[in-house]
């Protein structure tokens, strides 16, 4: 039998969290979009998020995220982008609105989202590598 590598289980957990995190601000883009339309926020919810949640996880995996779930380019661009464009697209084929300023918007507020919370982490762990 051979020995198969596992990966640290604090390297595990920042995994988990940098997935759960932008799963959580996918979420929240939507039931903030929903909110600000005085939709219904919680009965639609799923209907607006599913097409970006299946596009973030085409994004961590294409980016293969999980190798540095933490940098802003190599894998906040990507995962980035991928939600956008996968998300628009699915969106476009389920029936649902694709308008410009929502685009635009859906744009903005993604890569503010997907890659500032990251930026941010990149800046706590320089500091905190200085510091040390």
């Known amino acids: 039998m051979t020995d198969v590598p596992t990966m640290p289980r604090s390297q595990t957990r920042m995994i988990v969290l940098a997935l759960l995190l932008d799963i959580v ?3 929240g883009f939507a039931a903030l979009g929903r909110a600000s339309h005085d939709s219904d926020i919680f ?8 097409p970006f949640l299946i596009s973030l996880g085409i994004g961590w995996l294409v980016t293969m ?3 540095a779930p933490l940098a802003p380019v190599r894998t906040g661009l990507g995962v980035w982008a991928a939600t956008v464009i996968g998300g628009m697209l699915l969106r476009a084929a389920s029936g649902q609105g694709t308008a410009l300023p929502f ?5 903005t507020t993604m890569l503010l989202l997907l890659v500032g ?10 500091l905190r590598a200085r510091r040390d």
Do not use: D, E, S
């Open 117 to 126: 919370w990251r930026l941010i982490a990149a800046l706590i762990v320089r």
């Open 103 to 107: 685009i635009i918007v859906a744009t």
């Open 43 to 50: 009965g639609g919810l799923w209907l607006t998020a599913w």
């Open 65 to 67: 995220a999980w190798r």
């Open 25 to 27: 601000l996918v979420v």
